[in-house]
């Protein structure tokens, strides 16, 4: 599955975000390639969410650039549109659990119309949401809306999927079952460069670790060596659980 | 089946709108291919307001199959609804007004058509003293001697334009002279309304005031004098100059309206036993 | 007050007889009123959805211009489409005015601006929640005006109904386009204008009374359809 054509590796060169005077993301230049779950780690405001942001397009950095290798192959609108994103607080539109995963394969244009919903209920029974296909999806629970999200973006079938602390306000079992959709879609061949503040989720889910700290990569490591041997003293105390600035 | 719920008033939703949109487009659209000839008449809202047209007209149109369609507002917008020729023909009473009118070439063919008065309104007390007085020019002195309240149109209609002349005959000039003489620039009916919660008095024409319900403590004072005279006259649009003026059908209306049982159409209408115009046509045809 | 016995007892006899020139009047107003509110509505959503999401020159000014025109006093509206429509004007040949068509352009003008300042406000909202989510979707701006406009259509169907309240209300405009002719322009409020200034103010006032049972019941069925619609999508 691995061995598709993909927009990877994904290269950051110096990129910088700077708003109101205050460097947000400060000059951090990474590849990622597209083999093993990747992890970003860090204190509060150390700019996970907005690394994430900046790599999937949504912000644009002030300097900097940010580059898919694949992105000669496919062309630029392509580019993004073999991503995809979950964010902390799902925004499902105001429609059916099927109509808002088939609303973003018609979006995606890859699939005829004919095709969408058998894709979508496929996606829909992958994240064992296939009894609610036709509730509306802003009634479901915390969980199952989540879940719902994250089968919509799964079912764009995206090279790369970013996840924004995907788990931050739910309970351990409906974290749990986001946690086995994402190794799913792991496994289905889809890259996967989360945020989570929730060290057993990252320890769980992590094959590779970047470390932020106030908007600097400090560490880009094995999850192994990250957790038993952090490089650096901020990487260190943040594991022990001090409060880290 | 929340979901089935919601997709059904999803589609009524949907239905109601589509079907109030188709029934509001055809209607009007039906309404302009009326299947019987039209025309339009721009007229006062005298001959409206009194009931004169509600009781002429179904019996013109009974005759000849032809729907008139007034629209009444004051005799000088009514000249200026000719004007632009957005009216066949135009039915008013300000003789000097209308003789302008056809000399501009705007008209053709005035004819006088019938007349009423014009009666002098004030409250029962009557602080002016004028009641029975057969004499409007000096009721009107009398009235500015007194500062008693006075309501004027001061909207340029038939009304209006009498009143003004009347003024001119007493040698006053009430406008500059205090605030007891207001001017509602508004119709006859809504003058008279304004009259009846001043307890002002007010120059009406007859037939709004036979007809007007909401009199209060007004009544009538002074009627008789000759210069409280008010002819109605009936002019064609100039086809000439708007070719779209049916000039058949309004022709036809206007030769009904003169002819000798237009006329006595005229004469039966009555408002409790009181006759409210009086035809007055010298038959010449339009 | 005996006026407000009279204009009670008037309305009443109103209702019950079904007076056949009450009904055709309240027929006319609501079809003028419907489909003015129906065509500004085509129009007015569309265009406050591309105000809020779309920046293009001269937005700004775009958008206080409209914000003014809600305020636009009916009887300008009226003589604009009067001097549009009148034979001496650039539409005369259509002959157009003094009818329904005329009553349906003026009102259409009036309400445009209501549904598209409002409609710019609630899609703004809107989009400040969707927008991270739907720009990651690839839905660009222009794409997410149809998507917007459908996710805030509870808020919308308030617009709307703001608009029809304007239509129904509003004299001035249809006054001077309609001509309040018997049988063919006269509406609810015109012939409550005309009844006025009769004096015969109980009959006025009892025309109010229907216009404002039918205002209400309008009201009322939209806003139980837009509950049932809230409860079921969430």
């Known amino acids: 599955m691995h061995a598709r054509a993909t927009i990877l590796p994904l290269s950051l060169d110096r990129v910088t975000y700077a708003r109101g005077g205050e460097t947000l993301i400060d000059g951090i230049s990474v590849t990622i390639g597209s083999s093993s779950r990747t992890v970003v780690l860090g204190p509060n405001g150390a700019g996970k969410s907005l690394l994430l942001r900046l790599c999937h397009g949504l912000v644009a950095p002030t300097d900097g650039a940010v580059r898919w290798a694949g992105a000669d192959a496919f062309g630029r609108r392509d580019t993004a549109g073999r991503q995809a994103m979950v964010f902390q607080r799902p925004v499902l539109l105001r429609r059916s659990a099927l109509a808002n995963i088939t609303y973003a394969l018609a979006l995606q244009g890859r699939l005829e119309r004919g095709e969408r919903d058998a894709r979508a209920r496929e996606a829909l029974a992958s994240v064992g949401l296939a009894h609610v296909a036709e509730r509306p999806a802003r009634v479901l629970s915390g969980g199952e809306q989540q879940r719902l999200a994250i089968a919509r973006a799964a079912a764009l079938e995206p090279d790369v999927l970013f996840l924004d602390e995907p788990t931050a306000s739910l309970d351990p079992g409906a974290s749990r079952a986001i946690e086995d959709a994402i190794r799913a879609i792991d496994a289905a061949g889809t890259k996967i460069i989360m945020t989570t503040h929730d060290l057993g989720q990252a320890r769980r889910l992590a094959e590779e670790v970047l470390f932020l700290c106030r908007g600097r990569l400090m560490e880009h490591t094995p999850a192994g060596e990250f957790f038993e041997h952090p490089r650096t003293p901020q990487a260190a105390a943040f594991l022990r659980g001090d409060l880290v600035a | 089946m929340t979901m089935r719920l919601f997709e059904t008033t999803r589609r009524a939703v949907i239905a109601a709108a589509v079907g109030a949109a188709i029934w509001g487009f055809a209607a009007p659209a039906g309404a302009q291919t009326a299947e019987r000839p039209f025309i339009t008449v721009a007229s006062t809202t005298s001959t409206e307001q009194s009931g004169l047209f509600k009781h002429l007209l179904p019996q013109f149109t009974g005759k000849t199959g032809i729907e008139v369609r007034v629209v009444a507002v004051g005799t000088g917008q009514a000249l200026k609804i000719g004007e632009r020729g957005d009216a066949d023909l135009v039915f008013v009473h300000a003789r000097s007004a209308e003789e302008d009118f056809v000399a501009k070439g705007f008209g053709v063919g005035r004819s006088d058509v019938m007349y009423n008065d014009f009666v002098l309104v004030g409250p029962k007390s009557d602080p002016a003293g004028v009641k029975g007085s057969r004499d409007a020019v000096k009721a009107l002195q009398a009235i500015a001697r007194k500062k008693a309240p006075f309501v004027s149109r001061g909207d340029d209609s038939g009304t209006h334009q009498a009143e003004l002349d009347l003024w001119q005959r007493a040698a006053l000039h009430p406008k500059a002279d205090g605030n007891w003489y207001r001017e509602t620039g508004s119709g006859m009916g809504p003058a008279l309304n304004t009259a009846a919660a001043m307890d002002a008095y007010i120059l009406a024409d007859r037939g709004t005031w036979l007809s007007f319900k909401n009199r209060g403590d007004l009544t009538l004072l002074v009627e008789g004098d000759d210069r409280l005279f008010n002819q109605y006259g009936i002019i064609l649009v100039n086809p000439a100059r708007h070719a779209h003026v049916k000039e058949k059908e309004a022709r036809t209306f206007i030769n009904w309206v003169i002819s000798p049982e237009g006329q006595a159409a005229i004469a039966a209408y009555r408002i409790e036993g009181e006759q409210l115009f009086f035809p007055n046509a010298r038959r010449k045809g339009a | ?234």
């Not at chain 3, 569309?46 to 020159?57: I, K, N, T, W």
């Not at chain 3, 539409?91 to 445009?112: D, E, H, K, R, S």
């Not at chain 3, 359809?225 to 079921?232: I, K, M, N, S, V």
Request: glycine share 10%; hydrophobic share 60%.
């Open chain 3, 1 to 234: 007050m005996q006026g407000l016995d009279e204009a009670l007892a008037a309305a009443w006899r109103l209702i019950v007889t079904g007076d056949t020139a009450l009904v055709e009047i309240v027929a006319l107003s609501l079809k003028v009123s419907l489909t003015a509110v129906f065509c500004a509505a085509v129009v007015g959503l569309p265009l406050g959805a591309v105000l809020a999401l779309v920046r293009f020159p001269g937005r700004g000014p775009v958008i206080v211009v409209i914000d003014a025109l809600m305020g636009l006093p009916p009887v300008v509206a009226g003589l604009f489409v009067y001097l549009l429509l009148s034979r001496a004007g650039p539409l005369g040949p259509y002959g157009l005015l003094f009818t329904p068509t005329a009553m349906v352009i003026a009102q259409t003008l009036l309400v445009i601006p209501i549904i598209a300042a409002l409609t710019r406000q609630v899609v703004t909202d809107l989009w400040a929640e969707y927008c991270e989510q739907l720009t990651s979707l690839g839905a660009g701006r222009l794409r997410a005006v149809p998507t917007l406009l459908w996710d805030a259509r509870s808020s919308l169907v308030t617009a709307i109904l703001a608009g029809l309240g304007r239509a129904m209300a509003e004299v001035g405009a249809i006054l001077v386009v309609g001509g309040n002719i018997d049988g063919v322009t006269r509406t609810m409020t015109t012939a409550i204008a005309l009844e006025t200034s009769k004096g015969d103010l109980p009959l006025a006032l009892g025309l109010g009374i229907v216009l404002l049972v039918i205002v209400l019941a309008i009201n009322a069925a939209a806003h139980m359809l837009g509950a049932t619609a809230r409860r079921a999508a969430g």
